[in-house]
């Protein structure tokens, strides 16, 4: 019964036999677009070459590599020539490429360097400038196609990670010409809700299936989101415009949504880690409020309050003796600096009396010798007219009423006639 079976080794050799034995299999010639390209150390490349529907893995050994004259990269378009077998390590099949030439680079990889570049020199693509990602995000928005593998991934994702989370979608084309004016549109309108995060993208594609994604109004919709802005174009290989532009880029929609929110049941571990640790950290604190309240209840102080009082009272009358033999020191010694002032200030005074009176003495005898009543009480007379003295003859003239000022009175007298001499 069990010589039916056989090994899966034996299946694959097998397959492989089939293939290697198959001529239309040997010489193949292909065209394609050449991604997820890799240059072994050795020589050896590594790449995908793939079209709008399909793709196949490709080796080319260093000694094939060797005689081509250009150095392939992703999105490069190819025809190549070898042969088709199975690698038994994992039962997949590979073109083993024996030639390869150029066959241009597609108009649309020219188109996505030249605008990389472009936003690239204008700081779209700075990190910087990037919004973060809400740890706990309570509405989520989604940008793409209402049908697809790439929705049913987001929402499923969301409602296993995080369940309290609220999703909105804004259904959009994502792929056609008129793809990337109603992904601008939703992204627009998505910026006029309340929402925490939003997700744009879709699932994996061609180049050309993915092309709105490169689109210049895609990429500053993107920039110019007040939300911040998840891109979950494509499968891992994949890169877009859009996914340098936005806040963070996810390998697939899947990716976006893991992204995009934080699994319950880490969150859950979390809370409870938290938990333990402050319920630690608080009955450490209340041992420690204890043991300070235990220190100060069983104190001296609160076991003996009148000695606070007692020790107030000592050093009180510490101070008012010192303040005593202080107050009578600054006395005494004022008080010797008053009589020595004392002294200073009567011999001062004395001085300025002595030479005042002097002064006035001879101010005494300034005055007597000016004083007009001594030269009237040596024989002199005063003669005023209209209560002036007359210094001159020439104020006189006949008919004048004169008053003459002797020692011992006055005499009125009228002029009958000027003379003279």
Known sequence: MQEKYITVTQLTRYIKFKIDNDENLNIVFLKGEISNFKAHSRGHFYFTLKDENSRINAIMFASSANRINFTPIDGMKVMIVGKVSVYEANGGYQIYVNEMIEDGIGNLYLEFEKLKKKLASEGLFDKEK????????????????PTGAAIRDILSTIKRRWPIARTILFPALVQGSDAAKS????????????????????????IEDLWCFNEEIVAR????????????????VDFTISDFVADLRAPTPTGAAEMAVPNMVDFDNYLKQVKIRLNKAFMNNIKIKKEKFNAIRDSYILKNPLSIYEIKEQKFDNLFERLQLAST?????????????????KIVIQKNLDYNKNRF????????????????????SIIKKNDVAVASINSLKKGDNINIELMDGEVNANIVGVKKV
């Open 130 to 145: 990037k919004k973060p990602i809400p740890k706990f995000p309570r509405t989520i928005g989604i940008v793409t196609a």
């Open 183 to 206: 992904i601008v549109k939703q992204i627009e309108k998505a910026n006029t809700y309340d929402i925490d995060v939003l997700i744009v993208g879709r699932g994996g594609g061609s």
């Open 221 to 236: 919709s993107i920039y110019n989101s007040y939300v911040p802005i998840i891109s979950a174009v494509g499968h891992e």
């Open 329 to 345: 020191s600054y006395i005494y010694k004022n008080k010797n600096n008053y009589l020595a002032i004392n002294d200073k200030l």
């Open 361 to 380: 003495l001879v101010s005494i005898n300034k005055l007597e010798a000016l004083n007009p009543l001594l030269v009237i009480k040596r024989g002199y």
